[in-house]
């Protein structure tokens, strides 16, 4: 469904701060498969999604989603194929516009968007059926401005408006990252079922290992622009954090200096 | 004030209005400091009256070619913007000099008078009223028309995606909007807007005037913050409504102003008034309340 060839990616080319994020990286992920990747800082993970959504130019490769090549498309033209959850729950809601205004938006991603009214009953009764999934009662609110709600409310948000429509590849950025444990918990949980329940691509960014192993069929680690590890099926079923640790030792012959990633 | 000053103000404040609205689209919905309108205002009279007087195109349709040109002047400045990532108020700056020679050239001079050529407003004698009654009516009106449009165009599915691209830019291009065209059109609407109150304001104070664009960002922005600092704006119905407002009582308050011989002001002091004007409205706005009653703004969630 979307796979990178040999992409590479260099910032502040031919400067004294150039800094090859990612070195020929190749990744293919297939139809309805929940791919999850991690990495240190710096690794090349969120380059990768980045690249994905074309918000990093590439210097050399394709991107392909759904068998066309996108590497040349604008993020807005991308955008008909590829959905995105932000890390911040403010980036990926409008909070000027209303909840039922911010589905309309996001309807509008894969369907025509045209000079007829931009709130449907249509659209006005998708979301609600949709917000009453998540026994929030933002049913209820759906006139209110999304800047009025909490940040965990934004991100569910935010979440439900990425998959409206006929998304074919969800992108979830440290989706969970800015959250407090109790509602990152909830909004990953949401995350799986809707995953699972509408049959989706997905591929998920994230800096905790327990999460990454925890969460989707198939994990990649990313190292210095490179992936290290590639892991799925029977491999990936019942790793702790401490095998993939020691993989990393095994396979790079140092160990993984990243607090964030060791702690989480 | 006497009943015909006010209906002057009241004249002038309805066309300003326009400059409001156009200042409205682009500083609040897509967070554009446009300075074009400097030059669009004059290029709207200009090419008014130059097809007027000089080509003697019908007064309705001189003053529509004359919003499609200051449509261009905006969509320029906004390419400029979007193709070759020069700084919006830079490229705002740029078009509006470039302008000040272009209406030099439309008008082949520094002015062009209106005088014994018919206008919009002469159609409106036959309806046997005097002037300077039926002109703020007729004003009024069309101001209300374009103001309903421009809210029902805001609220289509087209209308929210230029609201998101000026809020959330990175979340709107998420959602397929492209943004660099919801400027094109935003900035060329505001200036198609604003060259519309030029060619009426030549045509209600008889001349086109290269200078007459000379403070009108100020006055279009004095009108936008003054309107919602009296009004809630929490809905672009009432957000329009408050730079219609904002706009009047922006010509009022100067008036009224100049007026007030016992504290001694004077025609030349109306830029010291406008600040002092616009300084009280942000401080209004600062304490987090308009006149009128805070509007429904609701609690937050924790």
């Not at chain 1, 659209?123 to 609110?141: C, F, K, M, Q, T």
Request: charged share 15%; hydrophobic share 50%.
């Amino acid at each position: 469904m979307i796979e990178l060839k040999d992409v590479h990616v260099t910032f502040n080319s031919g400067t004294p701060l150039e800094t090859r994020a990612l070195c020929g990286v190749d990744l293919k992920v297939p139809e309805g498969q929940f791919l999850t990747v991690i990495g240190s800082n710096g690794a090349g993970k969120s380059t990768s999604l980045n690249v994905m959504a074309g918000l990093a130019p590439v210097s050399k490769g394709k991107v392909i989603v759904a068998g066309d090549d996108v590497t040349d498309w604008p993020v807005h033209k991308r955008s008909k194929f590829l959905s995105r959850v932000f890390q911040d729950p403010k980036m990926g809601t409008c909070e000027d516009l209303s909840i039922l205004e911010n589905f309309a938006l996001a309807y509008g991603r894969t369907a025509h968007r045209g000079f007829a009214s931009g709130v449907t009953k249509e659209i006005r009764d998708y979301a609600a059926s949709r917000l009453e999934v998540l026994g929030l009662g933002l049913e209820n609110r759906l006139n209110d401005k999304v800047g009025l709600l909490s940040g965990g409310q934004r991100q569910a948000v935010s979440l439900l408006m990425a998959t409206t429509g006929d998304t074919k590849v969800l992108l979830l950025d440290e989706h969970t990252a800015a959250l407090d444990p109790k509602t990152a918990d909830s909004i990953l949980q949401l995350s799986k079922s809707i995953v699972a329940e509408m049959g989706l691509t997905a591929v998920m960014v994230t800096h905790s290992m327990a999460q990454a192993l925890q969460t989707g069929e198939r994990t990649v680690m990313f190292h210095r622009g490179k992936i290290v590890f590639d892991a799925t099926g029977s491999e990936r079923d019942g790793m702790q954090v401490e095998d993939l640790l020691a993989l990393f030792k095994q396979q790079q012959g140092e160990e993984l200096a990243d607090d964030s990633l060791l702690l989480s | 004030m006497s009943l015909y000053e006010i209906l002057g103000t009241l004249e002038t404040g309805f066309i300003f209005a326009l400059v409001a609205l156009g200042a409205y689209l682009t500083f609040k919905i897509i967070d554009f400091p446009d300075l074009t309108v400097e030059g669009s205002f004059p290029l709207g009279a200009a090419v008014a009256a130059t097809l007027i007087v000089v080509f003697e195109w019908n007064p309705i349709l001189a003053t529509l070619a004359a919003t499609v040109v200051g449509f261009f002047a905006g969509y320029l400045t906004a390419y400029l913007n979007v193709q070759f990532k020069i700084l919006h108020i830079l490229a705002g700056i740029l078009v509006a000099i470039g302008l000040y020679s272009i209406n030099l050239r439309i008008m082949a001079g520094p002015n062009k008078p209106l005088l014994g050529v018919d206008t919009v407003f002469t159609y409106l004698e036959g309806f046997g009223v005097a002037g300077y009654i039926i002109n703020p009516i007729f004003l009024g009106i069309l101001v209300l028309i374009i103001k309903l449009v421009m809210d029902k165009l805001l609220s289509t599915g087209w209308g929210i995606s230029m609201r998101a691209a000026g809020a959330n830019p990175a979340m709107a291009e998420a959602n397929s909007v492209n943004v660099g065209q919801m400027k094109l059109w935003g900035v060329g609407i505001a200036n198609g807007l604003t060259a519309l109150a030029g060619a009426l304001f030549a045509q209600v104070f008889g001349a086109a005037d290269a200078y007459m664009g000379i403070g009108v960002i100020i006055v279009g922005l004095a009108s936008v913050i003054v309107g919602m600092s009296i009004l809630p704006s929490t809905t672009i119905f009432l957000a329009t409504l408050a730079c219609i407002a904002g706009a009047i009582l922006y010509r009022l308050a100067v008036a009224v102003s100049l007026n007030a011989d016992f504290i001694g002001l004077q025609a030349s002091d109306v830029q010291l008034v406008t600040a002092v004007l616009v300084a009280i409205a942000l401080i209004a706005q600062q304490s987090g309340s308009s006149f009128f009653g805070k509007g429904k703004k609701g609690k937050k969630s924790d």
